[in-house]
């Protein structure tokens, strides 16, 4: 077995997203189930990316367009927690109960 240096995320020549193989059935490496749903059939015929080894990685009709677009430019945004901000309630300094 291989070991693939790691080198992070480095889009290479191909601007396809690049699949990690050990997530991957052998069926889906060879392209012939969904690497989303891992449904053989119908074969997907969607290459939604590719693996180091510059096989494609197919999705089918359902998977593909939840998949994100190879060519897309994705910006990185990041998503704050805009939930609204926590409601601080001030706790009743304890009532002077005192027998
Ligand atoms: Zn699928």
Do not use: I, Y
């Amino acid at each position: 077995m291989k070991s693939t240096p790691a080198r992070g995320m480095g889009m290479g020549r191909a601007d396809e997203p690049t699949f990690d193989p050990t997530t991957l059935t052998t069926a889906q490496r060879d392209g012939e189930a969904c690497a989303v749903c891992r449904k053989k059939w119908p074969r997907p015929r969607h290459r939604v990316g590719r693996l180091p080894d510059s096989s494609g990685v197919f999705a089918c009709d359902d998977c593909a367009p939840a998949l994100p677009a190879p060519r897309a430019k994705r910006a990185p945004r990041e998503t704050a927690t805009n939930a609204g901000a926590p409601a601080a309630r001030p706790v009743p300094a304890g009532a002077t109960v005192s027998g």
